[in-house]
């Protein structure tokens, strides 16, 4: 592979970060509205500072990749699009502010948003787990115990969950659904 | 100079507009990704329309809240809705900002839309041709996810859209389809639509 080829993968690769991350937080900011719940607007917070990271790293890299004056302009549209994640991520965190406001929400938010959910789970996999190394669509969770996992919280990120996104030991879940199966993905998490 | 519309107050409920803005922002931002990293216009001006619509319908939220609001009680409960109103309209104007990355002819360096294609799906847009099989068909009997791996998140029909449509909506001539997949899946489809391949194959 070029070191060009490389180089461009590297930024690709921060650029699905920045927007993932920007995406997970308004799933976490609209959830913790539905559920009036003050850790996931926490969360959607905290995450809001590591965008800013991120986007620093992000915008140093494609500024440091060395490139011809014809490729500016394809340059300077990768420096805008890492510019909107963060605006994005601002409007989440806007969202979340309303819970951390301790504003009580009002009835049509919760219509608005429309999802069958009850409460929040946090769960740690720990190495006993049969979750290891599984992708989420082979792990079932939601067959297995009706809660949707919202977030992988992973060391200080925090990975917006896809059907191939893979289970590591030290996860931290972050799911939600009916009570019922916070004691069942417990069970399957931490055995 | 955009051309702004005159807004007048419309009694729609409140739950309907934000229902609609939320569902528009995201759909706005699947769409402008998309535009942007595969450099299509015409998904940036597709962008562009809707966020227009969602001014409108952010006008008409503001409008309908202040007549909500007799008393100091009534403020402080509908505040809320108010700033997550203002919030969706931030994220439809986020994805308008990347839709004129395209529009302006700035554009992202293309290597990057083709490393991207490898992790992610990508959005298209067909039009439906007269002579196209998908004419008639509801989306639930095509079975287009099973078959190609191919969703259909939206479809512009004149000038109103059908976002997230259901498996009853009906597929009509001229309809402009919104689909994400994988590249193959999403040739397979586009073709469909345009009346270029005559099969669904299984």
């Known amino acids: ?15 699905v970060e920045l927007k993932d991350t920007s995406e997970l937080m308004i799933d976490l900011a609209y959830s913790s509205l539905l559920l009036n719940n003050r850790e996931l607007a926490e969360e959607v917070q905290r995450l809001e500072e590591y965008m800013d990271k991120l986007h620093t790293d992000f915008e140093l890299l494609v500024l440091s990749s060395k490139f011809k004056k014809e490729e500016a302009k394809g340059f300077l549209g990768l420096i805008r699009l890492g ?11 806007e969202i979340a502010e309303v819970v951390l406001r301790e504003i009580k929400p009002h009835p049509i938010l919760k219509l608005t948003i ?20 599984k992708t989420l669509r082979e792990a079932r969770i939601p067959g297995e115990t009706g809660m949707w996992v919202l977030a992988i919280r992973r060391g200080d990120k925090c990975i917006r969950p896809k059907p191939d996104s893979k289970i590591e030991v030290g996860d931290v879940l972050i799911a939600s659904g009916y009570a019922e199966g916070e004691e069942d993905l417990k069970k399957l998490a931490s055995p | 100079m955009p051309r702004f519309e005159k807004i007048e107050y419309k009694p729609i409920p409140v739950r309907e507009l934000l229902l609609e803005m939320k569902n528009l922002s995201e759909l706005m931002i699947d769409l402008a990704y998309s535009s942007a990293l595969f450099n299509d216009k015409e998904l940036a001006e597709d962008v562009l329309e ?36 203002s919030a969706v309209d931030k994220i439809s104007d986020a994805a308008a900002d990347i839709a004129a990355i395209v529009t302006q002819n700035i554009g992202v360096h293309p290597i990057v839309g083709e490393i991207f294609e490898k992790v992610e799906e990508r959005l298209t847009r067909a039009k439906v041709d007269e002579g196209s099989i998908l004419v008639g068909n509801y989306i639930g009997e095509l079975g287009l996810a099973a078959r190609m791996g191919v969703d259909i998140i939206a479809i512009r029909r004149n000038k109103d859209w059908v976002i997230n449509p259901k498996e009853t909506e009906q597929i009509q001539s001229s309809d402009i389809l919104i689909a994400r997949g994988a590249p193959s899946g999403i040739k397979e489809f586009k073709e469909l639509a345009e009346g270029k391949r005559q099969k669904l194959e299984d």
């Open chain 1, 1 to 15: 592979m070029s070191q060009r080829q490389k180089q461009f993968e590297e930024i690709v690769e921060r650029f």
């Open chain 1, 83 to 93: 510019v909107v994640t963060e605006k994005i991520a601002d409007s989440a965190a």
């Open chain 1, 114 to 133: 429309e999802e069958a959910e009850e409460t929040v789970t946090y769960v740690r996999v720990s190495e006993n787990s049969s979750l290891i190394n």
């Open chain 2, 50 to 85: 809707l966020e227009g619509r969602v001014d409108t319908l952010a006008y008409l939220l503001e409008m309908e809240t202040m007549i909500a609001a007799r008393d100091a009680e009534d403020a402080e409960a509908l505040i809320g809705v108010s700033e997550v109103a």
